[in-house]
């Protein structure tokens, strides 16, 4: 199983926002620390404040923050949300799709992939805060100069 890079940067983006959840963080901020296209960023944070994962917060001082508690984002959820479909092939257009086996063996493989993301939630993923907020710091200050 592949996710998209969208998928990835939008896990990116909660795991920048969780690390510092009591921090309001511009999307050009999270887009250096982590080498990423600031273009890329914006809809992917647009989109999960539609979702309702994080909020903007304007001023100017403003930036997006998590909309609610980390223990409260499940990744699963984050995942179906970000990916368009998971069709790990096209069984649809396949000749053979009616007496083919590997149709169910995808689909339980795909349950069990998600069943596993299904178990996590964002505060799950950020154990090592403390190194994760060094790790970004780093980078930031290499950046930065």
């Known amino acids: 199983m592949r996710l998209t890079r969208y998928t990835?940067?939008?896990?990116r983006v909660l795991l920048y926002l969780g690390a510092q959840p009591e921090k309001v963080c511009s999307i050009g901020e999270i887009a250096r620390a982590y080498g990423i296209s600031q273009?890329?960023?914006m809809k992917v944070a647009h989109e999960l404040g539609k979702a309702g994962y994080v909020e903007g917060v304007r001023g100017r001082t403003g930036g997006i923050r998590l909309a609610r508690p980390a223990d409260k984002i499940n990744v699963g959820a984050v995942v179906r949300g970000a990916e368009e479909?998971?069709?790990l092939v096209d069984c649809g257009s396949c000749l053979i799709a009616p007496a083919c086996g590997l149709t169910g063996v995808l689909d339980e493989a795909l349950a069990a992939f998600m069943a596993v993301l299904?178990?996590?939630?964002?505060?799950d993923l950020l154990k090592k805060r403390s190194k994760l907020l060094s790790l970004f710091a780093t980078e930031l200050a290499k950046t930065a100069s």
């Open 39 to 41: 273009n890329h960023l």
């Open 8 to 11: 990835d940067y939008a896990m």
């Open 118 to 123: 299904d178990r996590y939630t964002l505060a």
């Open 85 to 87: 479909g998971f069709d």
